[in-house]
């Protein structure tokens, strides 16, 4: 059973930047799909960005060209460049451990950590 850390979230102004972190602690398999999420108070988690063991990332339109999503493997910790930041980013964010087909969808992910606040002031 993998165990997700997270961290790096923050209060920040509109505009800013932060970097998130999520250290993957235990096994995965080899063929995997890693992902963001975000959850916003009164809102449904959703999918912000996700990369795979296969090469394919995938982003949620309103974080295109805003945010990066990366992987090292080497020391098992994915990371997310938060750039631009606006103020309906602010939210929870999750990192999630899935499959190597997973969607960029809650349902296709298993593992999850504990969520990082990140909180974007106008």
């Known amino acids: 059973q993998v165990q997700l850390v997270a961290s790096g979230g923050g209060s920040v102004q509109a505009g800013g930047s932060l970097r998130l972190s999520c250290e993957a602690v235990?096994?995965?398999?080899?063929?995997?799909?890693m992902g963001w999420f975000r959850q916003a108070p009164g809102k449904e988690r959703e999918g912000v960005a996700s990369?795979?063991?296969?090469?394919?990332?995938t982003y949620e339109d309103s974080v295109k060209g805003r945010f990066t999503i990366s992987k090292d493997n080497a020391k098992n910790t994915l990371y997310l460049e938060m750039n631009s930041l606006k103020p309906e980013d602010t939210a929870m964010y999750y990192c999630?451990?899935?499959?190597?087909?997973?969607?960029?969808?809650?349902?296709?992910?298993?593992?999850w950590g504990q969520g990082t606040q990140v909180t974007v002031s106008s």
């Open positions: 990369i795979c063991s296969t090469g394919r990332l």
């Open positions: 999630a451990v899935g499959p190597a087909w997973a969607r960029l969808a809650r349902d296709d992910f298993g593992s």
């Open positions: 235990g096994y995965i398999y080899s063929r995997h799909c």
